[in-house]
């Protein structure tokens, strides 16, 4: 999926040599959530593929705030098909039930309107928007609150 330019643009570069690619994923993803946080493959049952990869992970915030947020990578060909939701829907309920979170955050590329779409169904809210060197992310909350509302 690194290597997708489409898949790329949406999360801030340019595509990844293929050699890139596969020695980050064997050496920085494989194996490494650690019991709940991290990236988690994603894989479709129904074929037993791997098709991309969703989770949670802490993060500082420009305050130095740690907070928790949602994260997913589907491959190209599986876009549109719910996937990134159901995986989503998922998480949060491990975010909310299990480990009793208060609010999860995720961030989307400026001009991403499906991906806004997901957020937006699965309850989140806008709350503010981060400008990087040369793009732009949306910033959206869930709160366990507005969660059960």
């Given at each position: 999926m690194q290597t997708d330019p489409e898949l790329r643009r949406y999360v801030g570069g340019k595509p990844w040599p293929h050699e890139k690619a596969v020695h980050r994923f064997r050496n920085e993803y494989l194996g490494r959530p650690s019991k709940t946080y991290g990236l988690w493959a994603t894989i479709l049952k129904s074929e037993s593929k791997y098709i991309g990869y969703c989770g949670l992970h802490r993060t500082l915030n420009a305050k130095d705030e740690e907070s928790v947020r949602l994260g997913y990578y589907i491959a190209r060909p599986y876009w549109r098909r719910g996937f990134a939701t159901e995986?989503?829907?998922?998480?949060?309920?491990?975010?909310?039930?299990?480990?009793?979170?208060?609010?999860?955050?995720?961030?989307?590329?400026?001009?991403?309107?499906?991906?806004?779409?997901?957020?937006?169904?699965?309850?989140?809210?806008?709350?503010?928007?981060?400008?990087?060197?040369?793009?732009?992310?949306?910033?959206?909350?869930?709160t366990r609150v507005s969660l059960r509302s």
């Amino acid at each position: 999926m690194q290597t997708d330019p489409e898949l790329r643009r949406y999360v801030g570069g340019k595509p990844w040599p293929h050699e890139k690619a596969v020695h980050r994923f064997r050496n920085e993803y494989l194996g490494r959530p650690s019991k709940t946080y991290g990236l988690w493959a994603t894989i479709l049952k129904s074929e037993s593929k791997y098709i991309g990869y969703c989770g949670l992970h802490r993060t500082l915030n420009a305050k130095d705030e740690e907070s928790v947020r949602l994260g997913y990578y589907i491959a190209r060909p599986y876009w549109r098909r719910g996937f990134a939701t159901e995986a989503s829907r998922a998480f949060l309920d491990v975010a909310f039930s299990q480990l009793h979170l208060t609010e999860v955050f995720a961030d989307v590329e400026k001009g991403h309107d499906v991906s806004e779409h997901i957020l937006q169904k699965l309850g989140f809210t806008f709350v503010d928007q981060e400008e990087l060197p040369g793009r732009i992310l949306h910033i959206y909350r869930l709160t366990r609150v507005s969660l059960r509302s």
